[in-house]
């Protein structure tokens, strides 16, 4: 398929809103960033510049956290309930309705308890 002209500004916009709502909604949106960088890039060789460049950055890798709320709570000897509270301290995140905790960040906290 191939895209140009008014389709492509459109297809943009919408890999630019489907990036917001994901961010918003605490779920990866890393794909739907990418894809948006490329449109920007498909937009700018064909002399479409009126995207701005701030409005998009590079995707980055970033490490998601593994470590699910319920775990957490088996490992610190808490119940789940003090584990979701504890999550954010942890730099945890809510994805898809679950706290998730990055194990590095667990294995700090339980060796500073000791």
């Known amino acids: ?6 389709a492509l500004r459109a297809a943009l916009e919408c890999a630019l809103i489907a990036v917001k709502h994901r961010k918003w909604g605490g779920v990866p949106y890393q794909k739907y960033e990418a894809l948006a960088c ?15 460049s701030s409005a998009i950055s590079k995707a980055v890798a970033v490490e998601q956290p593994t470590v699910p709320a319920d775990e957490v709570a088996a490992r610190l000897h ?3 309930r003090q ?11 809510k994805i898809a309705g679950r706290w998730f905790v990055d194990e590095t960040a667990l294995r700090e906290h339980i060796e500073g308890r000791l």
């Not at 398929?1 to 008014?6: A, N, T």
């Not at 449109?39 to 701005?52: E, I, K, N, T, Y």
């Open 1 to 6: 398929m191939v895209l140009s002209g008014p």
């Open 38 to 52: 490329e449109l920007a890039a498909a937009m700018a060789v064909a002399g479409h510049s009126d995207v701005r």
């Open 78 to 80: 808490i119940s789940d």
């Open 83 to 93: 584990a979701r509270r504890l999550a954010p301290r942890l730099g945890g995140r």
